[in-house]
């Protein structure tokens, strides 16, 4: 339980707030390459962008660069307010942000001065062909978008199915595939095993969080998920991939995830990946069809005999009613944390940490604020892992050393 | 608590909050708002009532789309059960050694059924015993 005042000081973040500040010192996704339009009749390409209680456009100009831009915005402009080309207008002399384009993500830098390095993680220094990203519109508050992606438990009970599906009819979905290396289905572990262990450890990024699930037999299942300072997590998908998800706010009550698919070994198979999600989300806001509206489509039949929810086997959709379901902002006076929500506690204190340096003018000693530290890192290390061994740490990372072997890209941590 | 076995006047102490019809169907869960707050009305297992606090008290999630069982309500998130006085009674992602979930109780109002219509009243707002 935190008092309202912290709760405010955490989750609002726009441009005159702690938080805020905190959002603008990092690269944020601000569109997908894929929504920039086609120039037209010799006009630049011209996208709007709601980011961090801003009204943007993101504008390619005739060389090929990228820039945002300050847009003419109503007061009651829906949050995710997408106006035609012909209906944007450009605030003469507003503020503009620098914009990087990286594996399909144009990412903008809205903190001043000079912007911190890109680190060297497995979604920027993969190629091209092996990543693809997608964003999806949650209605809620940023913070409890992060907080359910740093919460190992909820996978147990939130995700679970009571019968297991083929992992072979799995790919590109989360939870699908075997469990490492054995014939479990990764559903079964999540089932059988709902009380893991949590270990939270700080790192150079973020937090790198191990949830061990100690199983029958003598075995260990290690997952290993990791906390990217300040809204993003990087966790596992299946043995082939990896998802890196940003949770960008784009006013205090609405937020989109911006997800990099990176895969090791073989290319994605992008036309799979975007068609399995652009059947359950309508553009050009990304609103997902199943939604607070529609009931997320609830099956009470379906939740007794199929899905822990009775809302379908798609766990985005899950998690976005548990945190839509908490109200735009959620109320933290009234929660009640308990171990399993260790990661979350670390994370609260390391936001306000870092809110307290920037109050402080201490703004160096932020994570990933030193340009040649920041773009010397690599990995993060986001596995599942089952082993016999008590040496539970050197099996995830042999694991994991596995794969990352047999990428064609340098992929070495 | 929530299922007076007394005969109850219904005064304007009590307050209407469904009819009984609403919970005739498959799920007999519904969402109730009264007394200024946020409530879900549910039947358990052994047909009592329970009006309790809508929203799971560990991380805010809506128990409307519970999982009716166990004689309660378990909130999909983390599967915290509880019982139709609010009474928290299983939190199985917490370790085996937790006791946690015995502090944990939701608020919780005191129900009755009279004339295919569903009242509860504040406990709070009884008069006291004279």
């Known amino acids: 339980m935190i008092s309202q005042q912290l709760n405010d000081l955490i989750t609002r973040i726009g441009p005159d707030t702690a938080a805020g500040a905190v959002h603008r010192k990092y ?12 120039a037209v009749a010799g006009e630049p390409p011209m996208l709007p962008v709601n980011l961090l209680g801003e009204r943007l456009v993101l504008i390619r100009d005739a060389a090929g660069a990228l820039s945002l831009a300050t847009r003419e915005a109503a007061a ?21 942000y620098p914009v990087v384009e990286k594996n399909g993500i144009c990412f903008a830098y809205l903190g001043g001065g000079d912007a911190p390095a890109f680190p060297n993680f497995d979604c920027f220094r993969a190629p091209e062909s092996h990543v693809f990203a997608f964003k999806g519109l949650w209605q809620c508050n ?23 599906e083929d992992p072979s009819d799995g790919y590109g979905k989360q939870f ?7 014939d479990m289905p990764i559903t079964q572990v999540l089932r059988e095993y709902p009380r893991p262990e949590i270990k939270v450890e700080e790192t150079d990024f973020g937090l790198k969080i191990t949830a061990l699930r100690h199983m029958d037999g003598d075995l260990t299942h290690v997952r290993v998920t990791n906390q990217i300072f300040p809204s993003a997590i990087c966790i596992p998908m299946s043995r082939e991939m990896i998802i890196t998800q940003w949770h960008v706010p784009i006013d205090d009550e609405n937020c989109y995830w911006y997800t990099m698919f990176t895969s090791f070994q073989n290319p994605v198979d992008k036309a799979v990946m975007r068609a399995q999600r652009l059947k359950e989300h309508s553009l050009p806001t990304y ?13 009470p039949a379906e939740q007794k005999s199929l899905t822990y929810t009775g809302m379908g086997l798609d766990i985005n959709v899950h998690d976005q009613w548990a945190v839509e379901g908490m109200g735009p902002i959620q109320d933290r006076t009234r929660e009640h944390l308990g171990r399993g929500d260790a990661a979350i506690i670390r994370y609260r204190r390391m936001l306000r940490k870092a809110i307290k340096e920037l109050e402080t003018g201490q703004a160096e000693r932020l994570p990933m604020q030193d340009r ?21 740490l050197a099996a995830s990372l042999a694991a994991d050393q596995e794969r990352r072997s047999a990428a064609p890209w340098d992929a070495h941590i | ?64 789309y519970g999982r009716h069982e166990n004689n309660g309500l378990r909130c999909p998130f983390h599967g915290w059960h509880f019982d139709r006085s609010g009474q928290c009674t299983e939190q199985p992602a917490e370790p085996e050694d937790s006791k946690m979930y015995k502090m944990i109780r939701l608020p919780s109002f005191t129900v009755v059924e009279r004339d295919g219509a569903i009242y509860a009243q504040d406990a709070g707002a009884l008069p006291a015993a004279t």
Request: hydrophobic letters at 35%; charged letters at 20%.
């Open chain 1, 27 to 38: 690269w944020q996704p601000a569109a997908l390459t894929d929504e920039l339009p086609d």
């Open chain 1, 76 to 96: 009651d402009e829906p949050p995710a307010h997408h106006p035609a080309r012909a209906d944007i207008k450009l605030v003469a002399g507003g503020p503009t």
């Open chain 1, 142 to 164: 940023w913070l409890q978008a992060l907080e359910i992606g740093i919460d190992p438990g909820h996978a147990s009970f939130l995700h679970r199915f009571l019968q297991d």
């Open chain 1, 176 to 182: 699908r595939d075997k469990a490492a290396n054995t």
């Open chain 1, 287 to 299: 609103a997902p069809l199943k939604n607070r509206a529609n009931n997320y489509h609830y099956d």
């Open chain 1, 372 to 392: 040649q530290a920041t773009s010397q890192l690599v990995g993060p290390l986001s596995n599942d892992a089952i082993t016999g061994s008590e040496d539970w």
């Open chain 2, 1 to 64: 608590m929530t299922h007076s076995p007394q005969p109850v006047t219904i005064t304007s102490s009590w307050v209407r909050i469904a009819s009984v019809e609403a919970l005739q169907g498959e799920r007999p869960v519904i969402p109730v708002t009264a007394f200024g707050q946020a409530l879900v009305l549910f039947r358990d297992e052994e047909g009592e009532l329970g009006l309790i606090g809508r929203y799971c008290p560990h991380r805010g999630a809506d128990l409307c």
